[in-house]
């Protein structure tokens, strides 16, 4: 009797394997994940408490969106390795709207994006056909140059304006994460090889804890359980400038969606479709709803993790599923998320080194597939590239930009997308058309 073979993207892994690679994949993400709730409570001068029912719904509801993405349902999910976080992109559209019109505002307008991006879906997904090898490529790599920036801030210690930013210490220790790391990955094959970031994270733990360098008071403060309610600052506000503003930004969202799913896709030997791309949309669109009924906010891949998936070579959707289970345990049990939230920064930097080097480096072979001689395709990837890491180089450069522009400026991967796009248009018109490209890429 024939069993039809599995492909890896598939695959159920033994339960023990589930959880360490998954737990291996919330420790990577989640400093960025709390990273939002923490700012925006913040710049809106929100209480302690209240920051930590932001925190514990944006882990819970992260969750949730992890699941949906990974495990799907009908048209919502791409069923891809793609763990999900609160997106960056939407923090300053969501601050300015806070400060001029208040919370309740800003939950309104991202639940209403979030609809609007579900209805979106199957225009903006047409838009594959724009992305041949030399555009996807230039974009891999631009998403992992990038990231280099959080890479560099975790490994000063995450804070870049406290005095010890940069310390020896921070330093020495990021690079024995680093050297663990490396040396499980090169020594060791199969399962312990694959958990060479976990067990450079534990190792890390361990070197801080010996020297002071890591605390565990937060755990012992920290709540066994709590449950977010839903609306819990009142019932959501709906106005049509907030609206407009963040559905902007969920416009920049889908693009860098694109840009995860072809990167995923390529990392996992499972090319992106048109249908792929649209129910990853979808799945964006009602997660971020859903963030809005429960005190979160929009949603997108992140694409730190993407660096774990070309590093472990795990490709296995269900291990990104149970780091969505792992992280909905982390926003009802808040002792948990405590103890992951103890690992320190220089670790998680020194981790970071190795895993967005690996998103470059499957940028820069994706690009190794594309002919360069004799065609106009080098001048595409290096304005393109060039273009895609200015935000990253210099923030400052569009501190002039005001409002909808400055939303758009400041994400380097949607800057080199569509620089990308439209000079393999107008360079290429000739060579290969955008019809012919997308079904190359789909072969």
């Not at 023990?16 to 700012?39: C, D, E, K, S």
């Not at 792992?326 to 992951?340: D, E, N, R, S, T």
Request: with cysteine.
């Amino acid at each position: 009797m024939s069993h039809k073979r599995v492909h890896p993207v598939d695959e159920i892994l033994p339960l023990r394997q589930l959880f360490t690679f998954g737990l291996q994949h919330v420790l990577v993400m989640y400093a960025g994940a709390v990273a939002v709730p923490l700012i925006l409570g913040s710049a809106l001068g929100l209480t302690s408490a209240q920051v930590v029912m932001l925190i514990n719904a944006n882990l819970l509801t992260s969750g949730i969106a992890t699941l949906i993405q990974t495990l799907g349902f009908w048209r919502f999910g791409a069923r891809l390795p793609m763990i999900q976080g609160c997106s960056f992109i939407a923090l300053a559209p969501m601050i300015m709207i806070g400060k001029e019109f208040g919370l309740t505002e800003v939950f309104g307008a991202v639940i209403a994006a979030g609809a609007i991006t579900i209805a979106l879906a199957p225009v903006f997904s047409r838009l594959l056909r724009f992305f041949p090898p030399v555009v996807i490529g230039s974009l891999i790599t631009i998403i992992g140059i990038s990231l280099m920036p959080a890479a560099a801030i975790w490994l000063g210690g995450g804070n870049p304006s406290a005095e010890n930013f940069g310390a020896p210490a921070n330093l020495l220790l990021g690079l024995a994460t680093v050297t663990v790391t490396l040396v499980i990955y090169a020594k060791f094959s199969g399962f312990i090889g694959n958990l060479s970031v976990l067990i450079g994270l534990f190792v890390g733990s361990l070197i801080a804890a010996a020297f002071g360098m890591t605390h565990f008071a937060q755990v012992g403060s920290a709540a066994w359980f709590e449950l977010s309610p839903p609306m819990a600052f009142g019932a959501p506000q709906f106005s049509l400038m907030p609206i407009l503003v963040m559905t902007l930004a969920m416009l920049v969202i889908m693009a860098e969606t694109t840009g995860n799913c072809l990167a995923i896709g390529k990392l996992t030997g499972k090319p992106t479709t048109q249908c792929t791309l649209g129910d990853a949309f979808r799945a964006d669109g009602l997660s971020t709803m859903l963030g809005g009924l429960f005190n979160s906010f929009p949603y997108n891949a992140f694409t730190q993790n993407t660096g774990l998936i070309a590093l472990s070579n795990v490709r296995s959707r269900f291990v990104v599923a149970a780091a969505g289970a792992i992280m909905v345990l982390m926003g009802l049990f808040p002792k948990l998320g405590a103890l992951i939230a103890a690992v320190p920064t220089p670790v998680l930097g020194g981790c970071a080194i190795v895993m967005f080097g690996m998103t470059t480096v499957a940028g820069i072979q994706e690009l190794s597939r594309v002919t360069f001689e004799g065609t106009r395709n080098g001048i595409i990837v290096a304005v393109s590239v060039s273009v895609g890491v200015l935000p990253m180089s210099y923030p400052a450069l569009f501190e002039h930009a005001g409002g909808a522009l400055k939303l758009v400026l400041e994400s380097g991967i949607f800057l080199g997308a569509i620089t990308a796009i439209v000079l393999n248009v107008l360079l290429n018109p000739q060579a290969r058309g955008p019809l012919a490209a997308a079904a190359e890429l789909n072969d």
